[in-house]
C-alpha cells in the first residue's frame, strides 16, 4: 500500500464514523482503495439528502483537523467480541480460524478490526472531499466516493 492510500484508507475509517453519526448507516459492505480515491459502500434504505451529506463530509474533516489518535492493536477475539460487540466487523466476514484480532480504534469514533496500516494520527490524512453519491435500491446500499483534498 502506498503512503497515498494508507492514507486513503485511514479516510474510510474516519467516514464511517461520520456515515455511522449522521446516517445511523451502521453495516458496511465493501471498501475501495485505489490512490487518493475511496469508496465506502453501505446498507441504507433511501437516497441521502443533500444536507446529510454535507454534514457527513463536514464531520469527517473536522475529526481530520481535530488530530484524533489511531490506534492499533492486537485482541483475542473473544475478547474484543464482548468489549465491543459486532461494532468490529463489516459485512464481509473475518474467516473463523482468524483467533486475533486486528483492531483499529479512533477514539469515541470508530472501531473496527482490520489488517491494514493506517495514519497515528487523523491530521496526515489532510482532508477529503465527497463525490456524488450512488443509491442502489436494489441491493439497499449507498456508495460514497470520495477523495482526499489538500
Ligand atoms: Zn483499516
Not at 469508496?39 to 454535507?54: G, I, N, Q, Y
Not at 461494532?87 to 483499529?104: N, Q, R, W
Request: hydrophobic share 35%.
Amino acid at each position: 500500500m502506498s503512503v497515498e492510500e494508507l492514507k486513503t484508507h485511514s479516510a474510510v475509517h474516519v467516514l464511517k464514523g461520520a456515515v455511522q453519526e449522521v446516517l445511523g448507516a451502521k453495516w458496511t459492505s465493501s471498501v475501495h482503495v485505489s490512490g487518493g480515491h475511496g469508496r465506502l459502500t453501505v446498507k441504507f434504505d433511501r437516497e441521502p439528502a443533500p444536507e446529510e451529506l454535507s454534514k457527513i463530509e463536514r464531520r469527517a474533516n473536522d475529526k481530520i483537523s481535530e488530530g484524533a489518535e489511531v490506534l492499533e492493536f492486537e485482541m483475542e477475539r473473544p475478547e474484543a467480541e464482548g468489549h465491543f460487540g459486532d461494532a468490529i466487523y463489516d459485512l464481509f466476514p473475518v474467516p473463523p480460524e482468524v483467533t486475533l484480532l486486528k483492531i483499529v480504534r479512533i477514539p469515541e469514533w470508530n472501531i473496527n478490526c482490520c489488517n491494514e496500516r493506517h495514519v497515528d494520527n487523523t491530521l496526515q490524512i489532510g482532508a477529503i472531499r465527497l463525490g456524488k453519491p450512488r443509491f442502489r435500491r436494489s441491493k439497499g446500499e449507498l456508495e460514497l466516493e470520495f477523495d482526499l483534498a489538500e
